[in-house]
């Protein structure tokens, strides 16, 4: 936890309010998401029990398996999931547009929009992971036959738990970590997987809180009272008011589920999020397209060179992430001024228009003076990013202790135009203030990784052949 999320617990407690920790929304919410709650059978490997799916607050679909060890039931709720899955997920791969690429020289497709489907929380991902585990590979024909969509909706699942990993991914989101990354509450991190006491916190208060945890749990686990008191009697009997049940314990999350999709509505979006949203359409284009092509089912497992690509790019995204966040909100940057990774300053002095013919060419390379009153724990040389002109680079000169503070030198280059001549309003100005950090949103280039047949047998390349006797 960071100081600054701790200082507002501690201030949530104190209040009994709970206390924004961002000032803009930092993930994409869509115009029409959908909304599923899912709920498994206690005691049972990811069982289905019922899931309420639907993209309008006003009519839900509520979906039960009453036998829940019956295979036959199961796949059944299995062809109902999908059929109200996929003709969402797939009504957006129509209409394309044109991205430029190889810096203008050759264009490509990516669809207009993608989908985003929202769940209560974590444990909501895992029993879709699951659920996509366990269809994907499922044939229509042969011993064991399933409904036709069925295994089209394993890959779909698959897909989208894979993106819910990709940090700044908002494709598959859960309410709870996206609440959580805007709101401190006054409990811990622990109770804040609850979403009925989180929501509560957020809504209305501490009071509200402390009745919301007696209510009915977000799923896919149940409440043990229930599941003994009232499931297993009515799944023993084959109740006909299993449904009605069930819809009376799953609708307060679904009501609440909209609520807080109306909280984050009301945020500011982060100037950011748009850019992390096309990277959500070009992995959605490149899927949906490997489905239509008739692609084969995702493996079982990654491979050794595949796993450690990945974790590259779940490095990548999440260093990639955390700078963009910081460059958007300036509560977010503050917990990286805490830390020494940014300090705030006003420009005293300003030389616009210097150059340096120390080289073989003269370059433009102004230099400004910074006086701050926060620790400078920046090395000379060291490169540092204003947030304001993320594409330039200013590099540290020197520091010098000058009275409440420091006053520390800096050269920029970059973002000023080709000239020898600044553009107007590129280079900071005496008396404007700026937020400098060692943070850089720029490219990460990918690591090398060996093909597939040139690793030992160990990591999946071919084993090592045995010498004659």
């Not at 401190?184 to 208060?205: P, Y």
């Not at 049940?245 to 982060?270: F, K, Q, S, Y």
Request: proline share 10%; glycine share 8%.
């Amino acid at each position: 936890m960071s100081t600054l999320t701790a200082l507002a617990r501690a201030q949530a407690v104190a209040t009994g309010r709970a206390q924004p920790i961002a000032t803009v929304r930092h993930l994409h919410v869509h115009a029409e998401p959908l909304v599923l709650v899912p709920f498994a059978m206690a005691g049972e490997a990811n069982a289905p029990l019922a899931a309420m799916i639907g993209t309008d607050p006003a009519k839900p679909r509520l979906l039960v398996v009453r036998q829940p060890r019956n295979r036959d039931d199961r796949f059944a709720f299995f062809a109902e999931l999908a059929e109200e899955l996929l003709p969402y997920l797939e009504s957006f791969a129509t209409e394309s547009e044109e991205v430029p690429i190889d810096r203008g020289k050759d264009v490509r497709l990516r669809y207009l929009d993608a989908p985003q489907l929202w769940v209560p929380n974590p444990a909501g991902v895992d029993f879709l992971r699951l659920l996509g585990r366990s269809t994907r590979f499922r044939t229509v024909d042969g011993e064991y036959p399933v409904p036709a969509g069925v295994p089209l909706l394993g890959r779909w699942l698959t897909f989208l738990t894979g993106t819910a990993e990709m940090p700044g991914s908002s494709m598959l989101l859960t309410a709870v970590q996206a609440l959580g990354l805007h709101w401190a509450t006054g409990q811990s991190g622990t109770e804040d997987a609850q979403f009925g006491t989180q929501l509560a916190w957020i809504e209305s208060g501490a009071a509200a809180a402390r009745q919301a945890e007696k209510g009915p749990a977000a799923g896919p686990a149940t409440d043990p009272e229930f599941d003994n008191g009232v499931l297993a009697p009515l799944i023993e009997r084959s109740a006909p008011e299993l449904p009605d049940v069930l819809h009376e314990l799953i609708l307060p999350t679904w009501d609440g589920m909209w609520r807080a999709l109306g909280l984050l509505r009301r945020l500011p979006v982060g100037e950011r999020v748009p850019l992390r949203w096309d990277s959500d359409r070009d992995a959605y284009t490149a899927f949906a397209d490997y489905i239509a092509e008739g692609g084969a089912p995702q493996p079982r497992r990654d491979s050794a060179v595949a796993a450690a690509a990945r974790l590259a790019r779940l490095e990548n995204a999440a260093a990639r992430y955390a700078v963009q966040r910081a460059f958007d909100d300036p509560l977010v940057l503050a917990e990286h001024r805490l830390t020494g990774a940014a300090f705030a300053g006003v420009v005293t002095l300003a030389n616009p228009n210097r150059i340096d013919d120390s080289g073989k060419r003269p370059v433009l390379r102004p230099r400004i003076m910074v006086h701050t009153t926060e620790p400078v724990r920046m090395e000379p040389g060291t490169s540092l990013t204003s947030p304001a002109r993320t594409a330039q680079k200013a590099r540290v000169i020197s520091v010098t202790p000058a009275g409440d503070g420091a006053d520390v030198l800096l050269e920029l280059s970059g973002g000023m135009g080709r000239k020898l001549v600044a553009e107007p309003g590129s280079v900071p100005e005496v008396g404007e203030r700026l937020v400098l950090t060692t943070l850089n949103e720029g490219f990460r280039p990918g690591g090398s990784f060996p093909d597939p047949a040139d690793t030992p047998w160990t990591h999946g390349g071919p084993p090592v052949a045995e010498p004659p006797a």
